[in-house]
């Protein structure tokens, strides 16, 4: 289509600036309560925050980190890095400063922003508008950090081909439309909530109702004024217990969107039940964006995470090669969705690779006759807890640190809320039996998301022959842990 190629062409700002420009009137923010910003407004405001970052130094390719509460203020400074040409480096407010001091290490930003009231002031002084800096489409735009089965994060590249291309196709996949008015709930520091939901109602220049947390009862009061609806499986679980989730508060809605994490089959089976709506379950992740997506017209089928994007193309892989169609093996992605590698690790980006190109996802899966993906696991440690991904080696290696343990193992477990949680498995040091308290200070370094909502003292953890401790074993023997 000429639109993807125009939106990849001269960078993802050039496309939005194209979006936005015939709908300068139009309602984009409403902030229930709080009033209400027009595209117009945040063209403006983006445009101030481009000129405040260039007072600042920031010039096109510069990162610019920002550690800050959802907001307007940081929405309009996400479009005024992309306008200037730098690279949007978006943090979890829940970083502890130890984090953080990792982050500006390893991509040397030319600002670090982490002070609403200092954007919010810089943004109210008036400076001359600036256009905006013409990129290219392999030009980065954004490294998201993601953790790793062992060391520090890696900074996830995405170029404004990515972001172009990705939210071009979603816009047109989910059917968006001018007079869709999407509730937004989500963190805007992750790829699902800024590039998934924010990016892909500003092309269709269509209303956001914009709430700063996800609270069951505020997503509810706005519900019946909303056609989209976009969450990770915990927020439709406590929609649910919430009460009040129903055919009535759905009446306008047209799409309800799953990701981040896997949906049971039981919640997806429960969402229809109550509201009449079939959730659209898609899958991605901050490396590739989406990948694949449940169809807006046609059978959503629970468990599954649906077919390839358009342009995307997905293979599943067994142990030594060779295609596996109707079997579990490695899910592999290619296409322009995926982004260059991690940021200065050629290493980690080359680990990532096969020989012949594709991005290896780490998520075991099987394909059905249709195309159809079906996720089964994954092939390492990774947690994710309500739509956060946790990586246990940190925290073991923090625990063990702490001179009242021998070891330890972290696991995800089934979690009825969370989908999953972290579990610690702690031997401890001389038979002094344990403290719990005692023992989550020893991960003050460490963003409270992280942290075991669960520490269970064992006598010695479980280990083959070869002495690797055997978390599948954790897994089971404690998977009512959470449950009960
Ligand atoms: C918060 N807490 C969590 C947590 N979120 N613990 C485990 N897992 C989580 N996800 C803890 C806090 O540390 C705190 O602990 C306590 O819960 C209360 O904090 P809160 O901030 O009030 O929590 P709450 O508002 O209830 O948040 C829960 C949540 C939120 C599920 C609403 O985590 C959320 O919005 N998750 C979505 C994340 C997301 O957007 N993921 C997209 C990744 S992109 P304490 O101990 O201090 O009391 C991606 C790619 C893709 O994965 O395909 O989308």
């Known amino acids: 289509m000429a639109g993807q190629t ?57 990162r610019v980190l920002a550690q800050l509460p959802k907001s307007v203020d940081a929405v309009a400074l996400y479009l005024g890095v992309l306008r200037s040409g730098a690279v949007y480096v ?23 922003v982490r002070d609403a009231a200092a954007v919010a ?78 990016h892909t109602a500003m092309l269709s220049a269509c209303e956001v109702i914009f709430l700063e947390r996800f609270h069951p009862a505020a997503v509810l009061a706005e519900l019946p004024g909303a056609t989209v609806l976009m969450g990770v499986p915990t927020h439709y679980h ?26 049971t089959a039981a919640l997806h089976g429960a969402v229809a039940d109550s509201t009449g709506c079939e959730v659209l379950e898609r899958y991605g992740m901050s490396e590739t964006l989406m990948i694949t997506s449940n169809p807006y017209d046609g059978p959503r089928v629970a468990g599954t995470v649906g077919c390839a994007l358009p ?27 995926v982004g260059p590698g991690y940021w200065r690790r050629p290493d980690a980006t080359a680990e990532s690779r096969t020989d012949d190109g594709w991005f290896v996802t780490g998520d075991i899966g099987r394909l059905d006759a249709e195309g159809r993906l079906t996720l089964e696991g994954r092939a390492g440690d990774m947690i994710i807890s309500g739509g956060l991904n946790v990586y246990p080696a940190e925290i073991e290696q923090a625990l063990d640190a702490h001179p009242a343990v021998a070891e330890s193992a972290v696991v995800g477990l089934e979690h009825p809320d969370l989908g999953e949680a972290v579990a610690a498995f702690v031997v401890a ?56």
Not at 316 to 336: E, L, S
Request: proline letters at 6%.
């Open 6 to 62: 125009r939106g990849v062409d001269d960078g993802f700002f050039g496309l939005l600036n194209r979006r936005f420009e015939p709908a300068l009137d139009r309602p984009f923010l409403r902030l229930p309560g709080a009033g209400l910003l027009t595209y117009g407004d945040i063209h403006e405001r983006s445009a101030l925050a481009a000129g405040w970052l260039q007072s600042q130094g920031v010039t096109p390719g510069d």
């Open 90 to 112: 978006p943090l979890n407010p829940a970083y502890t400063e130890a984090e953080v001091d990792w982050f500006v290490s390893d991509a040397e930003p030319a600002a670090v």
């Open 121 to 198: 002031a810089g943004l109210d002084q008036a400076r001359p508008r600036t256009g905006y800096a013409e990129r290219g489409g392999d030009d980065l735009a954004a490294l998201v950090y993601t953790s790793g089965t062992t060391g520090r994060p890696k900074g996830a590249m995405l170029t404004h081909a990515n972001l172009a291309g990705n939210a071009l196709t979603l816009s047109e996949a989910w059917a968006f439309q001018p007079d869709d008015v999407l509730l937004h709930t989500l963190p805007i520091f992750h790829v699902h909530g800024l590039m998934v939901a924010l």
């Open 238 to 263: 406590r929609l649910l217990a919430h009460g009040g989730f129903d055919a009535a508060a759905c009446d306008g809605i047209r799409l309800l969107v799953s990701g981040s994490a896997p949906m």
């Open 311 to 337: 342009g995307v193309e997905v293979r599943v892989v067994r142990d030594g090669g060779g295609g596996a169609a109707g079997r579990a093996g490695m899910v592999q992605v290619r296409g322009p969705n």
């Open 429 to 484: 040091e001389h038979d002094a039996g344990g403290d719990p308290g005692d023992l989550a200070a020893a991960l003050d370094n460490l963003a409270r998301f992280k942290h075991p909502k669960r520490y269970t003292f064992v006598d010695e953890l479980p280990r083959n022959a070869m002495g690797k401790v055997l978390k599948a074993e954790l897994r089971t023997r404690y998977a009512d842990l959470f449950c009960d």
